[in-house]
């Protein structure tokens, strides 16, 4: 009897060898006994009806399991569907490797192998909720995997906005921008702004300003049972983003509240995994430079 | 004799102490015989009548000095005016100092007579000339004396380019953006966006990434008579900076053309003026942190 | 009746205003019906004989606060000889204000009201045990409340090691040392070698290597519940130091392993005190740089 | 008639298949009808008597071109011997590329034959002359092609000195030390230490701090025409390197005056060099991170 019964199949909507990878992977998971649903948009996408095409919430509802083929984005998008339902992913990557997506292509059917007879680790990963408060009312809330930021937009100038941890007034920052990043966000965007690595153990968020008009105001890592809220001072075009996605137009006095969220996602691993054999071959630790 | 005559008072639009100001310094002003004008957009704003309101072009003409009383952004946007026509210029803060701004407000008189006796030194800082190639014709051009900076727009990704220097492929560059700073421009956005400072005296330019998303993509100084050519890849609400003020949007494909200007700015300094004396006090050297 | 009762005054050894400062000090506890120690070296080297001279053995064993009159390296040297009796701390500094001595002279009368009445916060902060593993034998070990640092020595070449995380391989360094840093430490040495800076609340610790000679080798922030362990492989004059002070000689083969220390060291609080704000005055966050 | 005759060959002193390498460059210039001398230590170390084993005095008087068989460290030697006889360098890694040595060893013969033959572009580099004062007496002077260090030593605690350029005051800079660059050493330990890339072209040096105590002490660029002088104030077992090799020890009050020696070091390079080719390979900017 198959680890995990039924498997989801999710994958690109755009590249041609989907098609192909997806149509392996889901007959290698019949043979081996497990029911195989593929996320609609992905079998209407290749025109895939071997398998049944089934939405998130199908998926959410019934999948034990569920493979994201792709890269790095495609999983973030996974993990913001399925997180508050509790179905692990793993993820397959189609080009090179990914941070998340840990299986190479040509491993898959091993590694799928692997953890169908029951051989592999289970990993929780953080994710933030956020929200926007104006005049008193929540305009809408959603949740990320990588990050909540706030930038500013096409006019250039530098934004203002006061950041509270937990109620404490922290400082009042003129920068390009804010992320608040969970440990999984740690080596996307918040590392391309001087951010440090948080391993995924750690119980922990960090705020990574953007281009800081302070040259002291540093990337500052805080318990992930904080309450952030920034509140915007100055910058009428002020964006906020979530997992480097979707996008919200900020006002002055707009308050956004993020914290860490009621469900996490977790990532199945092959054995053998090692998150920082990962670093090194993603961050070129290996050789020079 | 005056050593400068006539000079030109260049204010803020806004700001209630802008006006008293103005007026105290063209009183002096007179007083020692100059002849004094006062740029036409701030006569207008602070109602004064008491001496000629003249337009740039104007001052651009006659004007042997312009004061400007204000910020770094003012100093900025006079220079872009009158670079092309050598006025030299000289700052008077009235908040807190600038980098260009280097006379504090209670000093002016003391400091506007020792110019006026012939006590000062002359600075000369080098200006950008930028232009954008859409389909082999100049859209525009235009200087800027601070940077000529690319970054991503409001959709929050990252944004892909070449660069060249000379004809030279130095790399495809994925980031938030690139800021080609002058000396002058090393101490504003680029110092933020982890930038060396460049002494004015130094014949160079520095390209520094924003945000890149590979690490290494460090800031590289080149010698300023170098022609430099971004050529947008992706990134279809890229916006084009100059001096932070003015902006363009760029179209995949369109090529920013970089290089020193043919005219230079000249700064005039009262006597004891000192490059890094003015380092440390607006990066607290003196002191811890 | 004082909410801490005997208090042991700790001074610097120097310095001329301490005698008055310690003298003043006990005086004002003694008011307050305190049995007031003062720390031996310290009563030695200022010829004070009104309060009895206790080695820190005798501190350990009955006081139930200790004052340090001093700055920052004071308080570290204090927390390692008291840590593992569960005294707890407070900071009265001489001179500018630290990051852990955050009363200022002038309100250390008020303060210590405040503290005997019973308002005051506590604060745990977490501390690094660090041995030397020599031919399977530990040389000695130690504990640290800002940091351990491996680093080169005179010779001045980069030294190289292994460095491992719950015995899972991390990556080989190549640069000019690594900092362990708690997150006390994060302001202190690892600060200025580029790391972040952690909450003390948060349960981590992190990895700051000094100089590395790959340049995405960037800090990376683990929970404080892991097992650090680095091997020295070449680089003949490494050193090892603990909290900036002692330090020790390594040899090629040297393991240094770092772990949590059973035992926190305490600091008290008067009320009102803030992290933050104790961040924005030292870092200068409420101005401009 | 080759374009470079004689030419000097200067190998590692270790090295197995540097016999090897030199016996086959040696024969192949003798080929073409040049005089091959081979560096004393090199022939000795290596046991090779076809070539006229000659001193870098030797080489320094009559060599025409001096191809260097080694890395980055061996380039950098060489050059502080013949930089002052003009004798332009060659560089030929036997492992992976370096910064300097940009012919790989498979290429090596085709690259030389250009050479011989007066295909090739000439680089002029910049090198530093740097000396001590102390008691108003020079204790020695000498040359350095990549940087000149002032750096702490074993005690690990920081040094602080003053910093003149140009007779002028910087700062007083507390740190692990400070790197005074050429653009040549702006991609060697100046990189690590989070200095920018200077183009070799570009004229002028960088101060890079190590570790500074103040997070805005940045990097700062200066033109190649500045005395820069370096005035020890604390640390008593402060170090002084020269491109990392050679060492002394400074004592509180000493000098270190640092600026452009008179002689540059030419390298000669193939058709086809590029240095941006060079630091995208070398800093893997071609891939991601």
Same mark, same amino acid.
């Given at each position: 009897m198959p680890a995990f019964n039924p =498997?989801? *199949?999710?994958g690109r909507q755009n590249g041609a060898k989907s098609t192909e990878l997806v149509d $392996?992977? /889901?007959?290698f998971l019949t043979a081996r /006994?497990?029911? =195989?649903?593929?996320e609609q948009s992905t079998a209407e996408a290749h025109g895939i009806d071997r398998f049944a095409g089934v939405n998130y919430e199908g998926i959410a509802a019934r999948a034990k399991l569920a493979v994201v083929l792709g890269g790095d984005g495609s999983m973030l998008s996974a993990a913001r569907h399925l997180a508050p339902h509790q179905v692990p992913l793993v993820g397959v990557n189609q080009g090179r490797l990914g941070f998340m997506t840990d299986i190479a292509q040509e491993h898959? $059917?091993?590694?799928? /192998? @692997? *953890? *169908? @007879?029951?051989? !592999?680790?289970i990993e929780e990963r953080t994710m933030l909720q956020a929200g926007v408060l104006r005049d008193g009312q929540t305009l809408f809330s959603t949740n990320a995997l990588n990050d909540v930021v706030v930038s500013k937009g096409t006019v250039g100038r530098l934004i @203002? +906005? $006061?950041?509270?941890?937990d109620g404490e007034f922290v400082y009042d920052l003129r920068s390009d921008g804010l992320i608040v990043s969970t440990p999984t966000g740690s080596t996307a965007y918040s590392l391309s702004?001087? /951010? &440090?690595? *948080?391993? &995924?153990?750690?119980t922990g968020l960090v705020l990574v300003p953007i281009c800081p008009h302070t040259l002291s105001n540093r990337p500052i890592s805080v318990s992930d049972s904080c309450r952030i809220v920034l509140t915007l001072r100055h910058g009428d075009d002020a964006q906020l983003h979530f997992d480097g996605q979707p996008h919200f137009e900020l006002r002055e006095g707009d308050r956004v509240s993020v914290h860490r969220a009621d469900n996490t996602i977790r990532f199945v691993h092959p054995p053998g995994y090692? !998150? +920082?054999?990962? $670093?090194?071959?993603k961050l070129h630790w290996s050789g020079m430079y």
């Amino acid at each position: 009897m198959p680890a995990f019964n039924p =498997v989801a *199949l999710i994958g690109r909507q755009n590249g041609a060898k989907s098609t192909e990878l997806v149509d $392996l992977l /889901g007959q290698f998971l019949t043979a081996r /006994g497990c029911e =195989v649903m593929v996320e609609q948009s992905t079998a209407e996408a290749h025109g895939i009806d071997r398998f049944a095409g089934v939405n998130y919430e199908g998926i959410a509802a019934r999948a034990k399991l569920a493979v994201v083929l792709g890269g790095d984005g495609s999983m973030l998008s996974a993990a913001r569907h399925l997180a508050p339902h509790q179905v692990p992913l793993v993820g397959v990557n189609q080009g090179r490797l990914g941070f998340m997506t840990d299986i190479a292509q040509e491993h898959m $059917l091993d590694a799928m /192998g @692997e *953890l *169908l @007879e029951g051989r !592999y680790s289970i990993e929780e990963r953080t994710m933030l909720q956020a929200g926007v408060l104006r005049d008193g009312q929540t305009l809408f809330s959603t949740n990320a995997l990588n990050d909540v930021v706030v930038s500013k937009g096409t006019v250039g100038r530098l934004i @203002e +906005f $006061l950041v509270h941890i937990d109620g404490e007034f922290v400082y009042d920052l003129r920068s390009d921008g804010l992320i608040v990043s969970t440990p999984t966000g740690s080596t996307a965007y918040s590392l391309s702004s001087n /951010g &440090p690595i *948080l391993h &995924p153990s750690l119980t922990g968020l960090v705020l990574v300003p953007i281009c800081p008009h302070t040259l002291s105001n540093r990337p500052i890592s805080v318990s992930d049972s904080c309450r952030i809220v920034l509140t915007l001072r100055h910058g009428d075009d002020a964006q906020l983003h979530f997992d480097g996605q979707p996008h919200f137009e900020l006002r002055e006095g707009d308050r956004v509240s993020v914290h860490r969220a009621d469900n996490t996602i977790r990532f199945v691993h092959p054995p053998g995994y090692s !998150y +920082f054999a990962m $670093l090194r071959q993603k961050l070129h630790w290996s050789g020079m430079y």
